[in-house]
């Protein structure tokens, strides 16, 4: 598959489309997810990507993770989840539907099942408070 510059988050990162953001920097941009699977499911995109882990360059994937590395710890704190999952899926037979590569930080809680992936979006304040909440904590 080639990388189509349209993408939702290639459109996000260049500022032509909204999102709550997080967190930003040189060559990363946080936000959170429109359709989270759990409070504060926050997704980590390098600005210079390709659609996935085998065409984005090295030097975006170590930028990219991190940025992930510091969202997972905000997420934590924001949230008071014990846990944190870390996914990036690559291709459709995968599970991707955006085709800019992308890590999604998700908390976890013993017995608390996940939302489906990509459906129900949320209401635009809840995220609006959980972007300010993981902003916070990451101080
Ligand atoms: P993937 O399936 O590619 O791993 O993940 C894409 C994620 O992007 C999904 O979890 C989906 O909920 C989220 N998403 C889809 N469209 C938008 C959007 O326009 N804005 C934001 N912030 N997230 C989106």
Redesign the pocket.
């Known amino acids: 598959m080639t990388y189509d510059p349209a993408n939702?988050f290639a459109r996000?990162v260049r500022g032509e489309?909204p999102?709550?953001k997080v967190y930003e920097d040189e060559a990363t941009l946080a936000?959170?997810?429109?359709?989270p699977?759990a409070d504060c499911?926050t997704?980590i995109v390098p600005k210079d990507a390709g659609t996935g882990i085998v065409d984005t360059p090295v030097a975006a994937l170590q930028a990219a993770i991190a940025t992930t590395q510091k969202v997972a710890a905000a997420v934590k704190k924001a949230t008071g989840a014990p846990g944190v999952m870390v996914?990036q899926?690559n291709g459709a037979e995968a599970?991707?539907?955006?085709?800019h590569l992308?890590f999604?930080v998700i908390p976890r809680w013993e017995g608390l099942q996940l939302k489906f992936?990509?459906r129900g979006m949320e209401d635009p304040e809840v995220l609006k408070a959980n972007a300010a909440r993981v902003r916070a904590a990451l101080g």
């Open positions: 939702i996000i489309l999102c709550h936000f959170m997810d429109i359709m699977q499911h997704l996914v899926l599970g991707q539907t955006v085709f992308h999604h992936h990509a």
